[in-house]
């Protein structure tokens, strides 16, 4: 009998085709972007940023194999607490947007129970079953979510982000492609995912 290839996830990266206006080094250009004109890579024209339903920053968090493998089956196929406690620190008290798969990587939910509120982007998952974990029907929908609860927690809550995306592929392209992204914190596992098996090739 075959066997089965593994649901493997994949995080690709490619080069930002912008670089957004930061006040510390530009204070005119608040609130634009910058993209590369195609007939001049040289220069660039401003571009407004459109009025978003979502938080005014949000970071992604991820981990990532050498050969760019960041899930096999919806479970991380390294367990470094390193990692995890980077993970802890950054989402702690925090909101956190994820798929239905990473939302159940652990049965009992204890890789979620540092998170202020968890929000999971599932067609799927019963609402009625899933206590205080709100669900939503796509990024968008979370990101409104998420800066609905921001706006009620306004005047407890010190600057910084309180919104991060963690996962899994399809997320992770969308939040890096977002307006309101603001970090990346990507870890680089020194180890390689056989995308046939599954299987760890620590380097």
Same mark, same amino acid.
């Given at each position: ?27 005119? /250009?608040? $609130?634009?972007?910058?993209?590369? /004109? ?12 459109? &009025? !978003?339903?979502?938080?005014? &920053? ?6 990532? /194999? ?18 995890? !406690?980077?993970?802890?620190?950054? #989402? ?38 899933? $206590?205080? #974990?709100?669900?939503? #029907? ?8 998420? !800066? ?7 005047? #407890?809550?010190?600057? $910084? ?6 996962? $899994? ?30 299987? &760890?090739?620590?380097?």
């Amino acid at each position: 009998m075959p066997m089965r290839r593994p649901c493997i996830e994949l995080l690709r990266i490619w080069k930002r085709t912008y670089v957004r206006g930061l006040d510390w080094c530009n204070p005119d /250009s608040s $609130g634009l972007k910058k993209r590369w /004109s195609e007939g001049d890579p040289g220069a660039c024209r401003h571009i407004p940023t459109p &009025k !978003k339903n979502a938080p005014d &920053k949000i970071g992604v968090v991820a981990a990532i /194999s050498k050969n760019r493998v960041i899930g096999v089956c919806g479970e991380l196929p390294w367990d470094i607490p390193e990692d995890r !406690k980077h993970f802890e620190a950054l #989402t702690s008290g925090k909101i956190l947007i994820i798929g239905r798969r990473t939302f159940g990587e652990r049965e009992d939910g204890a890789h979620l129970a540092h998170i202020g509120r968890c929000i999971v982007v599932s067609n799927t998952l019963d609402p009625q079953k899933c $206590g205080r #974990t709100l669900i939503a #029907t796509s990024l968008d929908d979370a990101l409104g979510q998420a !800066k609905q609860i921001i706006m009620e927690q306004k005047s #407890t809550l010190r600057c $910084g982000i309180h919104c991060w995306v963690g996962g $899994g592929e399809r997320l992770y392209e969308e939040a890096l492609a977002h307006t309101s992204l603001h970090e990346v914190h990507l870890t680089e596992i020194d180890t390689e995912i056989d995308i046939n098996s599954g299987i &760890k090739k620590f380097a």
